[in-house]
């Protein structure tokens, strides 16, 4: 568990690019909760700007997807293995809102 952990969070750091700061939590019912946090960038109250998904794959992705947007609309310019997946990640998040999911807490 701990190993895949590392590894997962290893995987996400690479492909988050230089200004994501992946962290993987694992909850209290063993499934890993995915944080991305960004090097440059606050949101309210001087805390960093952060995704929290939590999930295995899902979690993954969606976090990922978060910050590939936060990339893109905030951080023109910067190289991250994950704007590779922009269309993906914006056909994704077009899906989840035909599916009217609700949003998983502030962010
Ligand atoms: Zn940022």
């Known amino acids: ?57 899902n979690g993954y992705l969606a976090a990922m997807d978060r910050w590939t947007f936060h990339l893109h609309e905030n951080h023109r310019g910067t190289d991250a293995p994950c704007l590779a997946y922009l269309p993906e990640a914006q056909q994704r998040l077009h899906e989840r809102r035909e599916q009217q999911d609700p949003p998983s807490g502030p962010s």
């Open 1 to 57: 568990m701990t190993a895949s952990r590392s590894a997962r969070e290893r995987k996400a750091a690479v492909e988050a690019g230089p200004l994501g700061r992946v962290r993987i939590d694992v909850g209290a019912d063993q499934q890993f909760v995915y944080k991305i946090s960004c090097a440059e960038c606050t949101a309210k109250g001087d805390k960093p700007w952060s995704a929290y998904r939590p999930g295995a794959d």
